[in-house]
């Protein structure tokens, strides 16, 4: 696939240790300088101590851990004619998942031979340690043929972690954004690797101060729009360390927990169900759909069925599990989403084109994030989407989009609606949107915060949201038309001209790693 072989070469990881003399003739955020022992040393954008977060710990194994390569177990050759393949190709995934997982945690592959395989029903990966790998994307292809909306792999199941116990308060006034420690009133029942929700709370006096209880009314639908009520965002975070009271995560807060807003508090979960070491892999899909169905949509005679096939992978309750070298045609969106319960994944190398759908909203999310958290989507392209690197409501963060490309856009990547957090567009180019959605969609408001545009290239928009931020560093292109004028501009530093390191997810990475050496 040329494209992403293309965005390979230019996104391979580049040498990060830089001398003095080049420091010194690039220019620099002056949030994230690299110094002389080629590190980056944060400065704080408030008064308060917030500053840029770490994004490292995205991608799977927590980021820097390479995605495991499986051993196949079961190989299966195509079928001749139009048989349907979707109920022996189960049955090999499920004959895998019941082998004994290895001390990696992977049971094994189900390689589809080169050719082509019907699917007529979702397949399911609801097992631990299971992978459904092809020969390649020009060489093993599956064909949705069901005329439902629907994923064509799902992988785990739809309970993700459950609370247990009282939550215990923060006992700081204001912990910053960036922060992986805190203090709460009664650290006796947390211990070092603990599994813990970090509460960030949102009451009505904050949503007052965003302005979010005061949208006004969708002009074609004034009964649509809904004014926010108070809500939580929930950070799922690994006690690393315990000392008296305070607690330190494995992963930053990509929000302030700010007492005049409803604080925080910290909570244990269990989280019996999600299952990992999960992935799908060298596979191209192709989704049937009613060719007759065709509409008007942006001057253009389009495609416009609906009925058939979303994504190809729908991520729910997994963690540590992958996509890579997948490619869709003709799906509703593309490759791959990410459910709520889905935590340290990582997609790669994948493309989607041609979708087919209304051009209308809901509709041509390539990469959706609906609430996952420290997902990695990197070397990824899109064609013809509405919103192409897209999140949903209230998605806690970090996560990251490296390297990728959309083309042909009908709309914007953008955080969607209604207030998710601490996000990376790290050197996408296209068309990006950080900004104030009023009454879009039933309500949208001030969708995403805490978000940064590190040397993205195309169009975009920056604007910043009451009580938090939003960055465009190193951007080149042009500004986008606001969708509603009159909103304070984000942080914006050095437009025109990239900034070095050239990724600052792959400068946090190195430098956390070679930390901890």
């Given at each position: 696939m040329n494209h992403l072989m293309r965005l390979a070469r230019h996104c391979s990881l580049s040498a990060l240790l830089l001398t003095t003399a080049q420091l010194v003739a690039a220019p620099q955020s002056k949030l994230a300088t690299l110094g002389p022992d080629g590190r980056l040393h944060y400065t704080a954008y408030t008064g308060q101590g917030d500053t840029l977060p770490d994004f490292s710990h995205c991608g799977y194994g927590g980021g820097g851990v390479p995605l495991p390569f499986a051993p196949v177990r079961i190989t299966l050759e195509p079928q001749p004619g139009e048989a349907d393949d979707a109920a022996r190709?189960?049955?090999?995934?499920?004959?895998?998942?019941?082998?004994?997982?290895?001390?990696?945690?992977?049971?094994?592959?189900?390689?589809?031979?080169?050719g082509?395989?019907?699917?007529?029903?979702?397949?399911?990966?609801?097992?631990?340690?299971?992978?459904?790998r092809?020969?390649?994307?020009?060489q093993t292809q599956l064909i949705a043929t069901y005329a439902k909306a629907a994923p064509l792999v799902r992988v785990g199941g739809r309970e993700g972690p459950q609370a247990r116990g009282k939550p215990v308060e923060v006992s700081d006034a204001y912990v910053p954004v960036g922060a992986?420690?805190?203090?709460?009133?009664?650290a006796g029942n947390?211990?070092?690797?603990?599994?813990?929700?970090?509460?960030?709370?949102?009451?009505?006096?904050?949503?007052?101060?965003?302005?979010?209880?005061?949208?006004?009314?969708?002009?074609?639908?004034?009964?649509?729009?809904?004014?926010?009520?108070?809500?939580?965002?929930?950070?799922?975070?690994?006690?690393?360390?315990?000392?008296?009271?305070?607690?330190?995560?494995?992963?930053?807060?990509?929000c302030a927990l700010d007492r005049r807003w409803g604080g925080g508090a910290v909570q244990c979960y269990d989280d019996p169900e999600r299952?990992?070491?999960?992935?799908?892999?060298?596979?191209?899909?192709?989704?049937?759909?009613?060719?007759?169905?065709?509409?008007?949509?942006?001057?253009?005679?389009?495609?416009?069925?609906?009925?058939?096939?979303?994504?190809?992978?729908?991520?729910?309750?997994?963690?540590n599990a992958w996509a890579r070298h997948l490619a869709t045609e003709k799906f509703q969106h593309g490759p791959a989403v990410l459910r709520a319960a889905a935590k340290w994944i990582t997609v790669e190398d994948c493309a989607g084109r041609a979708p087919v759908s209304l051009i209308t909203g809901g509709r041509r999310y390539t990469y959706n994030i609906q609430g996952a958290q420290l997902v990695l989507v990197q070397r990824c392209y899109a064609?013809?989407?509405?919103?192409a690197f897209v999140f949903g409501a209230r998605v806690a963060g970090p996560n990251v989009f490296l390297d990728c490309k959309s083309e042909r856009n009908h709309a914007r990547s953008e955080p969607h609606e209604r207030w998710s957090v601490?996000?990376?567009?790290?050197?996408?180019?296209?068309?990006?949107?950080?900004?104030?959605?009023?009454?879009?969609?039933?309500?949208?408001?001030?969708?995403?915060?805490?978000?940064?545009?590190w040397n993205c290239r195309g169009t975009l928009i920056a604007q910043q949201p009451p009580t938090a931020q939003n960055f465009a560093i190193g951007f080149v292109g042009r500004r986008g038309k606001d969708a509603f004028p009159g909103r304070p501009a984000g942080w914006w530093e050095s437009e025109g001209t990239p900034v070095l390191p050239r990724s600052l997810y792959e400068q946090q990475l190195h430098d956390r790693l070679s930390a901890a050496r």
């Open positions: 190709i189960q049955q090999a995934i499920d004959q895998v998942g019941a082998l004994p997982p290895g001390a990696d945690g992977l049971r094994g592959a189900v390689l589809l031979k080169r082509t395989y019907r699917c007529g029903t979702t397949l399911h990966l609801r097992v631990s340690g299971v992978v459904l092809g020969e390649g994307e020009e992986n420690t805190l203090t709460v009133e009664d947390f211990a070092a690797g603990y599994a813990v929700f970090v509460i960030r709370r949102g009451n009505a006096a904050w949503i007052a101060a965003t302005g979010m209880d005061q949208i006004p009314p969708r002009p074609d639908a004034p009964t649509s729009t809904v004014q926010w009520k108070p809500f939580d965002l929930k950070f799922d975070r690994v006690i690393t360390k315990v000392e008296g009271n305070r607690l330190t995560f494995d992963a930053p807060i990509g299952i990992e070491h999960c992935g799908v892999e060298s596979l191209r899909a192709l989704s049937l759909y009613d060719q007759t169905r065709t509409a008007m949509q942006d001057n253009v005679l389009t495609e416009v069925d609906e009925e058939h096939a979303t994504w190809f992978v729908e991520f729910g309750a997994v963690k064609d013809e989407a509405r919103h601490a996000v990376l567009y790290d050197n996408v180019e296209g068309e990006i949107a950080l900004q104030d959605r009023q009454w879009m969609g039933t309500g949208h408001g001030w969708s995403g915060a805490n978000y940064v545009a």
